[in-house]
């Protein structure tokens, strides 16, 4: 069973910039698709990012688009979520997550995917 751990997250103002690690162990993700959901308090788990095994197709909710980057490098087994220009409502835990199978469907609207990590918090003041 393949492990994720994520880190990267803390505190940043609004308007500023993280980047996510999200490491693979214990297997490889080479042939999954491997993306990023939230989760805010109070709030449902969200999609946020999904890049395919190959690292040709990336999908990003709405509220990403323009303002975050998913790669993945998998001579590292490791895939990154570049978040710029940060906003208040960008605050959640941060999951790492590995697909099945290696293309967006087998994430986005899966039943179930591969491994879970544990989460890294994004906190974004005003």
């Known amino acids: 069973q393949v492990r994720l751990l994520e880190s990267g997250g803390g505190l940043v103002q609004a308007g500023g910039s993280l980047r996510l690690s999200c490491a693979a162990s214990?297997?490889?993700?080479?042939?999954?698709?491997m993306g990023w959901f939230r989760q805010a308090p109070g709030k449902e788990r969200e999609f946020v990012a999904v890049?395919?095994?190959?690292?040709?197709?990336?999908y990003y909710t709405d509220s990403a688009k323009g303002r975050f980057t998913i790669a993945r490098d998998d001579a590292k087994n490791t895939i990154y979520l570049q978040m710029n220009s940060l906003k208040p409502e960008d605050a959640a835990v941060y999951y790492c997550?590995?697909?099945?199978?290696?293309?967006?469907?087998?994430?986005?609207?899966?039943?179930?995917?591969?491994?879970w990590g544990q989460g890294t918090q994004v906190t974004v003041s005003t």
């Open positions: 890049i395919s095994w190959s690292g040709g197709t990336t």
């Open positions: 214990g297997g490889t993700i080479r042939t999954n698709a």
């Open positions: 997550a590995a697909a099945e199978g290696g293309s967006k469907p087998d994430f986005i609207g899966a039943p179930s995917l591969r491994s």
